[in-house]
């Protein structure tokens, strides 16, 4: 959840470790620090809050270096403060910063201080720094000095280091928290995600889990979990600087839900032929696997979570293809039981999500055959040890809020639906309706943006509020769950979800006239259902805002207010009516003031539990 970014050149690297940190906001974050080496000696520099803080003690005191780390810290132990800011140095000598967990920094922080090490932190990375420092004592080489070090190391990390006693050295090692190193003219970067590089480099190494690599300025090695040399391949990335910019967008979360037309194309792109998918587009080995197929366990986290509610709801009605679906901290940790032949399908934007990965694991070791990730990473860890791979394509997401990612893997998985469903009871006739449907989507999605202006004034309804309750039924009730997490989490609106027929179960005992009653309401077949259910807000004198389909929109009540939306099918109608939701939450965040892109307390990559 943190942030990365490292370098060795023969140029003062403070500038590109500062404009990495600033291309690494989006992952969420509660301070800053950089250490470079500059004659013999490291030079820190740490502050609490965002970049802007760091960036203002460098112009007051500048410091330079040819090699040096920088990072962006979340909390996980120890609050944010200065002193728990990255990077943790040991006795002047040492500097570490770290992504991930240290699930044994008790033990190790014991033994330290019984050998009269000091701590100046909370934080369970300052164990990793003495640790390096204390195995210098036994050798002059850095490289065996953290090799020695990590065999002591529990849980997650991925790790930075720097030592005067090789000032040209930079140390970078991975194990369940990605990292990847950027390959210039005669200079080496590492950062958590490319996007933090790009301003200096389009080739990319990816470390693969359990790697180490020493790196100087004339040479890269790496060294596999067996402590064996290995070749990584280069690869050159197809982002570029700029596509990561918000452009003329006042937020980057507005210019994502305006990027959704041309995302879900690029979903679709090359996956047909003669309107016919193509089976080849999961890997070259699909149709093999799919064959073999009797069920589907979904595994996810978030909003990713809610893509695989509404999934699911596919695969059962359309395709009656059985499908399980479960949160995945819960699946590791709860001993579920496998049927034979199940796909396990997990889902991910950036494919490095720690407990999605950890599920997958977990189902591999209960003895599941076959894998399939939709990611939005190419080269993410997720994708590396999954079977099949089926790619988002919806660029850099940069908000914390997920709008882009979501809706292109509701697609690519109404893709999977159909290529699953054809061995089930999905028949043809409608196998074709909804590809054409599929064609429809982004000009569907482009008329609902027209709506944009109605629902910026309806979202001034919410200024004063505290509480919403977000309604739907059928695939639509994940889309109100999704819908709800929006509002809450960049408006800082408590609201929750339920479906529509649950109401009289407990939620009508919330509704009066300061509870607003979000509903999703497209033309289907639970639509009568619906209705009776608002009208169950509406005589307790709750306050109605309706999306639902042109043709029906009505205002039968004067405490209902309707947005009008474009007929769309039945299918598809999940995808189109999560946008209207995107826009309510953006526009109630702007008149609350809050920090829209980069939300409190939440981070864009979670890796770590």
């Not at 399908?345 to 950890?358: F, M, N, R, W, Y």
């Not at 076959?370 to 919806?394: F, G, H, I, K, Q």
Request: aromatic share 6%.
């Amino acid at each position: 959840m943190c942030g990365i970014v490292g370098g060795v050149a023969q140029r003062n690297v403070v500038p590109i470790l500062m404009e990495g940190l600033k291309r690494l906001e989006y992952r969420g974050y509660d301070s800053a620090g950089l250490a470079v080496i500059c004659d013999e000696h490291i030079h820190r520099k740490r502050a609490l809050g965002k970049v802007k803080g760091l960036e203002a003690l460098l112009e007051n005191d500048p410091i330079t270096g040819n090699t040096g780390i920088a990072h962006t810290r979340w909390a996980t132990h120890g609050k944010p403060s200065t002193a728990n800011a990255h990077p943790h140095i040991c006795r002047h000598k040492v500097a570490v910063v770290h992504n991930g967990i240290i699930e044994n920094h008790e033990q190790l922080r014991e033994e330290q201080l019984n050998n009269g090490y000091e701590f100046t932190s909370q934080t369970d990375t300052e164990v990793i720094v003495h640790a390096v420092f204390d195995a210098l004592k036994t050798t002059d080489n850095l490289l065996d000095a953290v090799k020695t070090t990590i065999q002591k190391l529990e849980g997650a990390y991925a790790l930075g280091i720097i030592s005067v006693t090789e000032p040209g050295t930079l140390i970078a090692c991975r194990k369940g928290s990605p990292l990847v190193i950027g390959v210039g003219i005669g200079e080496y970067f590492i950062a958590s995600d490319v996007a933090a590089l790009l301003p200096v480099t389009q080739r990319f190494i990816f470390l693969e889990d359990g790697d180490i690599a020493a790196i100087t300025i004339d040479e890269l090695v790496i060294y596999d979990r067996n402590d064996n040399e290995v070749t990584r391949p280069a690869k050159e990335s197809q982002l570029t600087a700029d596509s990561v910019d918000k452009g003329d967008y006042r937020h980057y979360m507005l210019k994502e839900i305006y990027e959704q037309p041309f995302a879900i194309s690029q979903a679709l792109e090359g996956r047909f032929i003669n309107n016919r998918l193509q089976e080849n587009a999961f890997g070259h080995n699909a149709s093999a696997i799919f064959d073999k197929i009797k069920s589907v366990q979904i595994l996810a986290c978030g909003t990713s979570f809610h893509a695989g509610l509404v999934a699911r709801y596919w695969f059962e009605e359309l395709a009656r293809v059985p499908c399980n679906i479960e949160v995945a901290s819960e699946f590791r940790y709860r001993n579920p039981v496998l049927a034979p032949d199940t796909l396990i399908v997990t889902i991910s934007q950036s494919g490095e999500t720690a407990d999605t990965l950890a599920a997958l694991q977990e189902a591999k070791k209960l003895g599941a055959k076959y894998s399939l990730a939709v990611c939005n990473v190419p080269e993410s860890s997720l994708v590396r040890e999954s079977d099949l791979v089926l790619m988002t394509r919806a660029g850099p997401e940069i908000g914390v809020a997920s709008t882009k990612a979501f809706t292109t893997q509701l697609t690519t998985l109404m893709l999977l639906v159909i290529a699953i469903g054809r061995r089930f009871q999905l028949t043809e006739q409608l196998e074709q309706k909804i590809t054409s449907e599929l064609f429809a989507l982004p000009g569907k999605i482009e008329k609902v943006l027209q709506l944009n202006d109605e629902i910026k004034t309806l979202s001034e309804q919410f200024s004063e509020k505290q509480h919403a309750l977000f309604l739907g039924r059928g695939a639509h009730y994940p889309i109100a769950m999704e819908g709800a997490l929006k509002l809450k989490e960049i408006s800082y609106i408590h609201a929750e979800a339920y479906p529509a027929g649950e109401l009289k179960h407990g939620p009508l005992a919330l509704i009066d006239s300061d509870m607003p009653v979000i509903t999703v309401a497209p033309n289907n077949s639970l639509l009568e259902k619906l209705k009776s259910n608002m009208q169950e807000v509406s005589a307790r004198g709750g306050q109605l805002i309706v999306f639902m389909d042109e043709e029906l929109a009505s205002t039968p009540d004067s405490n209902i207010q309707i947005v009008k939306m474009t007929q769309v099918g039945n299918e598809i109608s999940p995808i189109v009516y999560t946008v209207p939701l995107q826009l309510l939450s953006y526009h109630v965040a702007i008149l609350k003031g809050t920090d829209v892109d980069q939300p409190r307390n939440l981070a864009k990559s979670v890796t770590v539990e």
